[in-house]
């Protein structure tokens, strides 16, 4: 499996630029998927100079209904005219963050959710796009994991607390275990990989590639995470996006080698 990192919110690479946001292309033996299309054109572009033809993507997926996961998603139509694209049946709200004004959803218009509507694929739950590839969503919360900011869906002029429902994790069978890609783990990466655990039993976790979610977590959030993932014994570890740069440094210095501090243009042979 190759891991290419089309959109971080940093970079080391010449040939990449960098935004608030996630885009992750993934090549396994047997298919092409593009978990996440970043926050605007900004893919397209990378990939573009990085040399990657995203026509030859056979599937794509959004992590949740956010506009800095889905904001890419019409240009790389654009490029891609076959893929599909699987996302939550309730991430098309309107939602908002408490510091920031006006919509944060999924910014897709109204002629193009018209015009490829035989390409956009509403899920529920867990999903099983094949025999080696799931879907999860709907996982349920965990004391002690909770989310770390607070969303809100609005609904009229009445807001709601988010409760992350159409947030869903990819899930990648191979001969190694499971390789599970999330983009802002929402709902705690925690309760995700214990979920994951529970939807897809008996089968050791191998690889992690994650936005956290940790930027605004203390020390001692961070470290009961970091603990955790130890006793799972995952062996690679990639924590990008909006874990925040203190979590991912906490990551490297208590779990050494199995920690990937990956950026935009980054490429990895898993």
């Not at 033809?53 to 005219?81: I, M, P, Q, R």
């Not at 599909?84 to 309730?90: A, D, L």
Request: proline share 3%.
């Amino acid at each position: 499996m190759k891991i290419t990192f089309l959109i971080d919110n940093k970079t080391e690479s010449t040939e990449c630029d960098a935004e608030w946001g996630l885009s992750v292309l993934i090549e396994t033996e047997d298919k092409t998927i593009l978990m996440d299309q970043g926050a605007s054109p900004m893919l397209v572009n990378n990939a573009r100079r990085m040399g990657l033809d995203l026509n030859k993507v056979d599937l794509a997926t959004a992590s949740h209904g956010h506009n800095d996961h889905t904001g890419g998603t019409e240009y790389f139509f654009e490029v891609n005219d076959h893929a599909p694209i699987y996302v939550h049946k309730e991430g098309f709200s309107y939602q908002v963050v408490d510091d920031i004004d006006g919509n944060i959803g999924i910014p897709w218009s109204e002629e193009f959710m018209e015009e490829n509507a035989e390409r956009i694929i509403r899920t529920e739950g867990t999903y099983q796009i094949d025999d080696k590839t799931w879907l999860i969503g709907n996982v349920p919360s965990i004391e002690g994991f909770t989310p770390t900011e607070d969303f809100f869906i609005k609904v009229g002029d009445k807001f709601f607390p988010d409760q992350m429902r159409h947030e869903q994790t990819l899930v990648i069978e191979d001969e190694k275990g499971l390789h599970v890609f999330s983009g802002c783990s929402h709902k705690g990466i925690i309760p995700i990989l214990r979920y994951i655990g529970q939807e897809i039993p008996g089968k050791k976790i191998d690889t992690l590639v994650a936005g956290m979610h940790l930027y605004c977590a203390t020390d001692e959030f961070i470290d009961a995470t970091i603990k955790e993932m130890k006793d799972l014994g995952i062996r690679k570890i990639f924590p990008v996006h909006c874990t925040g740069m203190n979590a991912i440094l906490r990551f490297k210095m208590q779990m050494g080698d199995a920690v990937e501090i990956a950026t935009a243009g980054d490429v990895y042979e898993i």
